[in-house]
């Protein structure tokens, strides 16, 4: 009897506990539907209609809303204009990436694909320079890709569609 009244207690108070954070997190976040604790707002999609969902929660909410996706709170931009104002006129505010957490244990932020941040801008700095220092984008590269197209495409009229074995 004890022991299910301590439980009962106990499950109150990290429910309790889970609604004052996600309430707390909630502050610095667009306005969205109320999640439910754990699950968050996955109960209200639609699963096999999610745009659809979107534009009702849009209709409700604006084009700018919090969804919960199970304790991860995702803003979402819905609409052309809403994504046309956070990319261009915010785009440092949107430029970060989100984390796997499987793949941090092996990556150590280090890659172009799966960093963020200042990491993530030294690295494309640098593989953009490499490629340059290649030659993309230059001229030059570019045409000498095409006279190998035009040489290929030369020696492959030439055998008129036959299969010729050395």
């Known amino acids: 009897m004890v022991l299910g009244v301590f439980l009962g207690l106990l499950l109150t108070c990290l429910l309790l506990l889970s609604l004052w954070r996600q309430n707390s997190q909630r502050r610095n976040l667009p306005p969205g539907p109320t999640p439910l604790p754990i699950i968050g707002n996955i109960l209200q999609l639609d699963l096999k209609d999610i745009s659809k969902s979107l534009k009702n929660f849009s209709k409700v909410y604006g084009p700018v809303f919090t969804l919960y996706l199970g304790r991860n709170p995702a803003v979402v931009l819905h609409g052309y204009e809403a994504v046309k104002e956070a990319l261009s006129d915010h785009g440092e505010e949107f430029a970060g990436r989100g984390t796997f957490p499987v793949f941090d244990k092996f990556k150590k932020n280090s890659g172009v694909v799966f960093s963020s941040g200042r990491t993530w801008k030294e690295m494309r700095?640098?593989?953009?320079?490499?490629?340059?220092?290649?030659?993309?984008?230059?001229?030059?590269?570019?045409?000498?890709?095409?006279?190998?197209?035009?040489?290929?495409?030369?020696?492959?009229?030439?055998?008129?569609?036959?299969?010729?074995?050395?």
């Open 125 to 166: 700095r640098f593989s953009l320079m490499t490629l340059r220092n290649f030659g993309m984008g230059r001229r030059s590269i570019e045409d000498r890709v095409q006279e190998e197209a035009r040489c290929l495409v030369d020696e492959l009229r030439k055998t008129k569609g036959g299969c010729h074995s050395s």
